[in-house]
C-alpha cells in the first residue's frame, strides 16, 4: 500500500526529531559543537569546521535526502525502514555515523 502525504511526514518528523534530541544530548553531555537549523522541511546541522550535513524531505518522492561532504544520498521508507537506495544502508545507523566521521560526535539514539 502506498504511503500518504501525512505518513510520510509523521515518520520523517518522528526521525528530524529524534536527531535533534540526540544532538542537543550530545551538545550538554560532550560539549559538542553543532549548530542546529531546523526550518520546514529542511534540518541542516553545521559543524566546528563549517562543514555542514543537510537532511531533507522530499516529498513527492517519499523520500529522505542526505547531504554529507562525502556524498548524497537518497533514502526511501521500504519495510518498516529508511534504505538508502543505492547502498542499502539503514538511515538512522548512517546517519550516526556520518555525525561522527564529519563532526567527531558520537549520537546515541
Not at 526529531?17 to 529542511?42: F, K, M, P, T
Request: avoid cysteine; charged fraction near 25%.
Amino acid at each position: 500500500m502506498a504511503m500518504t502525504d501525512t505518513q510520510f511526514h509523521q515518520l520523517a518528523d518522528e526521525m528530524f526529531q529524534a536527531i535533534d534530541n540526540a544532538i542537543e544530548l550530545a551538545i550538554d553531555e560532550q560539549d559538542a559543537d553543532i549548530d542546529i537549523d531546523a526550518s520546514g522541511n529542511v534540518l541542516q546541522l553545521e559543524f566546528e569546521d563549517g562543514s555542514k550535513i543537510v537532511i531533507n524531505k522530499q516529498e513527492p518522492l517519499h523520500q529522505i535526502w542526505l547531504a554529507t561532504k562525502f556524498g548524497g544520498y537518497h533514502f526511501s521508507f521500504i519495510e518498516e525502514k529508511w534504505i538508502d537506495e543505492r547502498n542499502g544502508s539503514e538511515f538512522m545507523p548512517f546517519v550516526i555515523e556520518s555525525i561522527l566521521k564529519q563532526g567527531g560526535v558520537n549520537l546515541s539514539l
